[in-house]
């Protein structure tokens, strides 16, 4: 009985940590010239949530420890490729459509959790043409 008071204390106190509760959205700045509709649709679908600026944070972004993962998350994939500032700072493109095809991105955590993310085998091949085209430097 001790642990379990133990517990949801921690698990209380620990929603009261600041970090992971901060879901602005900077505005968009600027974006790819996305060679279709359907790649940027792909591309948000697929990777959106992490490499722009129109994250849709869900419900359990709110929680911790859960909502520390997510913002980190966030801001690690802003801060490698983020399409909402393209042009305006050097942006790791090279890699985008190399990561999907082998299977790297989106991780396997957030597929559980973003069944739209779960691109089929045509589909990945149609995000990759696609991000070959509109994040060529």
Known sequence: LIAAVVIFVIGVGIQFVPYGHDHTNPPVVAEPNWDTPRTSELFYAACGDCHSNATVWPWYSNIAPVSWLVQRDVEVGRTYMNVS???TRGQASGEA?????????PPAIYLI???AANLSASEKQELIQGLLASLAQ
């Open 85 to 87: 500032l393209w042009g």
């Open 97 to 105: 459509a190399e990561v999907i095809q082998e299977g790297e991105m």
């Open 113 to 115: 959790m973003h069944p």
